[in-house]
């Protein structure tokens, strides 16, 4: 089983940035892609980024386009989610999560979760 570890999460003023770090280990076939995901109290887990190690393929959601990145760091197995312009309403639980096929955008085909990191935007 793949483990995952996200850290980075933290209190940031609107506007801010913020980089969250995965690092990965464990059975390789397991993490052909890497998801960030996010869930604010109240509200449906829900897609923020992904990373495909096979083909490269990115894909973000429409909230956070132009303002996040992801990328990744094979020699440490650690993928990032690097977030500029930061929100109020950008405040959730962020998790990473693996699969060992392509970048799904449907949180159930994602198996393998992190404990998730807590980011808040606030002044």
């Known amino acids: 089983q793949v483990q995952l570890v996200e850290s980075g999460g933290g209190l940031v003023q609107p506007g801010g940035s913020l980089r969250l770090s995965c690092a990965v280990s464990g059975f390789t076939l397991d993490y052909n892609a890497i998801g960030w995901f996010r869930q604010a109290p109240g509200k449906e887990r829900e897609r923020v980024s992904c990373?495909?190690?096979?083909?490269?393929?990115?894909y973000y959601a429409d909230s956070v386009k132009g303002r996040f990145t992801i990328s990744r760091d094979n020699a440490k197995n650690t993928v990032y989610l690097q977030m500029t312009r930061l929100k109020p309403e950008d405040t959730a639980v962020y998790y990473c999560a693996a699969r060992s096929m392509w970048c799904s955008p449907r949180v159930p085909d994602f198996r393998s979760w992190g404990q998730g990191t807590q980011v808040t935007v606030s002044s």
């Open positions: 990373i495909s190690r096979r083909d490269g393929s990115i």
